[in-house]
């Protein structure tokens, strides 16, 4: 892997995605992830997830050279890895407007979010004092909470242990901490999300992917 730092895959409108390509990737897929993609009550849920393991497939063989089939491992709360490969680590996340995956070294949690705006019950249950007037304040709230929540999901991913915990203070903790995971985040509010990285070391890339790459 050329990039020290970690790589991300991004879809813009997954919607356009074709079926042809759905059902080739679907079918590129492990048993055990094409079950699971099924599982899913709603059909542009299962395209997503299936769009999301696309994006796997072609970060791995750009920044590794590798090709599958895979074999994937989970953690404790469903945080899923290769078994061949446990060095590299990866996470992907999908919204209705993108999908994202990011892959590197170190633990990584990404997520991506369509902008919505803030709920009152959400904002007061999750967030602290100073990031609710943060939110109230800033020109664009809607952005303001995706961004915000965006973060806290990504840095709970990368920990792999889930939202769990103090969550009105896990930003707060993080910076307190020696050693703080490292968070980034885009956001376009012209194409409707936001995206967050937390992630160990290195300088992170953001490359955007057509749908005729997957």
Same mark, same amino acid.
């Given at each position: 892997?050329?990039?020290?730092?970690?790589?991300?895959?991004?879809?813009?409108?997954?919607?356009?995605?074709?079926?042809?390509?759905?059902?080739?990737?679907?079918?590129?897929?492990p048993a055990e992830r094409r079950e699971?993609?099924?599982?899913?009550?709603?059909?542009?849920?299962?395209?997503?997830? /299936?769009?999301?393991?696309?994006?796997?497939?072609? %970060?791995?063989?750009?920044?590794?050279?590798?090709? #599958?089939?895979? +074999?994937? #491992?989970y953690g404790q709360v469903g945080k899923?890895?290769?078994?061949? !490969?446990?060095? /590299?680590?990866?996470?992907?996340?999908?919204?209705?407007?993108?999908?994202?995956?990011? /892959? %590197?070294?170190?633990?990584?949690?990404?997520? /991506?979010?369509?902008?919505?705006?803030?709920?009152?019950?959400?904002?007061?249950?999750?967030?602290?004092?100073?990031?609710?007037?943060?939110?109230?304040?800033?020109?664009?709230? +809607?952005?303001?909470?995706?961004?915000? !929540?965006?973060?806290?999901?990504?840095?709970?991913?990368?920990? %792999?242990?889930?939202?769990?915990?103090?969550?009105?203070?896990?930003?707060?903790?993080?910076?307190? +901490?020696?050693?703080?995971?490292?968070?980034?985040? !885009?956001? !376009?509010?012209?194409? #409707?999300?936001?995206?967050?990285?937390?992630?160990?070391? %290195?300088?992170?890339?953001?490359?955007?992917?057509?749908?005729?790459?997957?």
């Open positions: 892997m050329l990039n020290s730092g970690p790589l991300l895959y991004l879809l813009d409108q997954p919607c356009l995605v074709r079926e042809p390509a759905i059902s080739r990737l679907f079918e590129l897929m699971r993609a099924s599982g899913y009550r709603f059909a542009t849920d299962r395209r997503l997830n /299936i769009i999301a393991y696309g994006l796997l497939l072609y %970060g791995l063989r750009e920044a590794y050279g590798l090709s #599958g089939p895979f +074999s994937f #491992g899923p890895f290769l078994k061949d !490969w446990p060095e /590299i680590n990866f996470n992907f996340s999908h919204c209705r407007l993108g999908a994202v995956c990011a /892959i %590197g070294s170190g633990a990584l949690g990404v997520d /991506i979010q369509d902008v919505q705006p803030p709920d009152e019950a959400a904002v007061r249950k999750f967030c602290n004092e100073q990031e609710h007037r943060r939110i109230l304040r800033a020109e664009n709230p +809607s952005l303001a909470y995706t961004r915000l !929540w965006t973060c806290k999901e990504a840095l709970a991913k990368q920990s %792999g242990q889930g939202l769990e915990g103090d969550l009105p203070d896990m930003l707060a903790a993080n910076a307190r +901490s020696g050693r703080p995971v490292r968070l980034k985040t !885009w956001a !376009w509010p012209e194409r #409707g999300y936001a995206l967050s990285l937390a992630y160990c070391q %290195g300088r992170p890339e953001l490359r955007f992917l057509q749908t005729d790459e997957l």
